[in-house]
């Protein structure tokens, strides 16, 4: 999405995300990595925590432990967008178990009950409240029926369970269905194919420390900027103190930003050089933006600061 420029600022603060680092990726960065299964999402993120020597990692979107697949794990400040990352659309690949044989066109009509919105119940194993919510499932495809085994693929709103999905099918069909197999992939915008099992990941940083050659981990190991989507404003060098100091971003502060930003959209603030500062809330949109751009008033509400200037 091209900027809206209203001001050229000073841009010697920090650097580009890819210029970093191996210690600062670490800091703030995403490890794409394929979950096995058995260990739970927690302990995953607590493997990767101990193997590349840091204080903090957290996962986005928890999987339980007979589920693999996609899972990043946050790094350190990086956890700080979690939540802008939870509801994320997702994509799984099931294998349901029916007590009984359906016809592919059986199966499918049980389905089309389940494309679009839907309501659901998360399961009792959850650690989210019970309540009843409304999700939306943006495709449930069938890839193979074999016996009483069905195959499908799924791509749904963040926060869809599958189980419990699969558990309402067997209702609509009249007979009990289970989840014999789950895999994610697609979370966060990161497909399968990017991710690298635990062992993976451990020995491309070996290569990294031992052997100099860093290519292999920062292929896994992505800047959160290259992660995390949201619409963009950029600020000159003077504004990343009062920021990091906890300031609001007034409409003469901003130096450019995405021409489609409406008042109440979550928004990221970059430095000049590409580095996400902080996570904010518009008070105004562009257009006002712009046409007050020489004013002290309320553009954005600071909410979450990500790098610390002082």
């Not at 099931?94 to 066109?105: G, H, I, Q, T």
Request: aromatic content about 4%.
């Amino acid at each position: 999405m091209p900027l809206t420029v209203l001001h050229k600022g000073k841009y010697e603060f920090g650097v580009a995300p890819s210029q970093r680092s191996l210690d600062a990726l670490f800091g703030y960065g995403v490890a794409l990595v394929d979950k096995p299964k058995g260990p739970s999402s927690h302990e995953v993120s607590s493997f990767v925590r101990k193997m590349l020597g840091i204080k903090k990692a957290g996962h986005s979107g928890t999987l339980d432990p007979e589920v693999s697949g996609v899972l990043p794990v946050l790094l350190q400040n990086s956890c700080k967008l979690a939540p802008l990352l939870m509801g994320s659309v997702k994509e799984y690949v099931c294998v349901m178990d029916c007590a009984k044989e359906f016809s592919r066109e059986e199966l499918d009509a049980a389905l089309e009950n389940f494309r679009g919105k839907i309501f659901q119940t998360p399961p009792l194993a959850s650690a989210v409240a019970k309540r009843l919510r409304v999700r939306t499932v943006y495709k449930l495809e069938i890839l193979e029926v074999r016996g009483r085994s069905v195959l499908f693929h799924s791509r749904v709103q963040g926060g869809t369970y599958i189980r419990k999905l699969v558990e309402d099918a067997g209702r609509v069909l009249g007979a009990g269905t289970t989840m014999a197999d789950l895999r994610r992939t697609l979370a966060a915008g990161i497909a399968e194919k990017d991710c690298v099992t635990l062992q993976e990941l451990s020995d491309r940083l070996w290569l990294a420390r031992e052997q100099g050659n860093e290519k292999p981990i920062r292929e896994c190991v992505r800047p959160i900027e290259e992660v995390v989507k949201v619409k963009r404003v950029v600020v000159g060098d003077g504004m990343l103190v009062p920021l990091s100091s906890g300031s609001n971003l007034a409409c003469g502060g901003v130096d450019a930003l995405d021409g489609k930003i409406g008042a109440g959209d979550v928004v990221g603030i970059f430095t000049g050089k590409g580095e996400l500062h902080s996570i904010a809330r518009a008070s105004l949109g562009t257009n006002e933006i712009a046409e007050k751009k020489n004013e002290r008033e309320m553009a954005f509400d600071v909410m979450r600061v990500v790098q610390s200037v002082k």
